[in-house]
């Protein structure tokens, strides 16, 4: 299996400024055939399911606002929320697609200093 | 709109047998493929497998001796079996939607509000 880990376990930023979280992947997650990273980013509130934010490593999905980005490419990635607003306080983590079993992050808890 | 609703026992007995199922609207369950997640409390996300109506079935390693997965094509649902459960298999289980496209995966979708089951005599 792949292993993801994220770092760091928790942070906590001030409202406006920057949060960035690191997933680091045990194989590469770039699969030659359409030169793609296999990297997602969900984001998950208490009580509710995980929410696709990202995938292709950098990809946003449709709806998510663009103070969240992503990069990275082979086994290093990272999350950027570039102003964080309160409603952005949640649990981030992620995932890697390229081989089954998809596995997880073990989670970065994201909070308002 | 894509939704997906997890259904089942909240509470199952040691040693007994988990059954879940995933309502589909919004969508054909015959154009996707399907996830089973599920999440302990305050712990991370493990993927427990996937499954598509065309026969395809794949389980994690760590679980596959005990899960079996199906499809209703009728009635738009797909289902999770967990057997020998014990209290290690208390979590938040979640339903997923994932799409592939030729050779080419994307990650879970469309998700669930997930259910909690408990494993507790």
């Known amino acids: 299996d792949i292993v993801m880990t994220q770092s760091p376990d928790s942070l906590a930023v001030s409202l406006g400024e920057r949060a960035t979280i690191s997933c680091r992947s045990s194989?590469?997650?770039?699969?030659?055939?359409?030169?793609?990273?296999?990297l997602a980013w969900y984001q998950q509130k208490p009580g509710q399911p995980p929410k696709l934010l990202i995938y292709?490593?950098?990809t946003r999905e449709s709806g998510v606002p663009d103070r969240f980005s992503g990069s990275g490419s082979g086994t290093d990635f990272t999350l950027t929320v570039s102003s964080l607003q309160a409603e952005d306080v949640a649990i981030y983590y992620c995932?890697?697609?390229?081989?089954?079993?998809?596995?997880f992050g073990q989670g970065t808890k994201v909070e308002i200093k | 709109q894509v939704q997906l609703q997890e259904s089942g026992p909240g509470l199952v007995k040691p040693s007994e047998t988990l059954s879940l199922t995933c309502t589909v609207s919004?969508?054909?369950?015959?154009?996707?493929?399907w996830s089973w997640i599920r999440q302990p409390a305050g712990k991370g996300l493990e993927w427990i497998g996937r499954?598509?109506?065309?026969?395809?079935?794949l389980y994690s390693p760590s679980l596959a001796s005990r899960v079996t997965m199906s499809v209703d094509m009728s009635k738009n649902q797909f289902s999770l079996k967990l057997t020998s459960v014990t209290a290690a298999d208390t979590a938040v289980y979640y339903c997923?939607?994932?799409?592939?496209?030729?050779?080419?995966?994307?990650?879970?979708?469309?998700w669930g509000q997930g259910t909690l089951v408990t494993v507790s005599s």
């Open positions: 997923a939607r994932l799409r592939k496209t030729g050779v080419i995966w994307y990650p879970d979708d469309y």
């Open positions: 995932q890697q697609y390229v081989s089954a079993p998809r596995t």
């Open positions: 919004g969508a054909s369950i015959s154009n996707y493929f």
């Open positions: 499954i598509s109506t065309t026969g395809s079935i």
């Open positions: 194989q590469s997650l770039l699969y030659n055939y359409n030169n793609k990273n296999y």
């Open positions: 292709w490593a950098s």
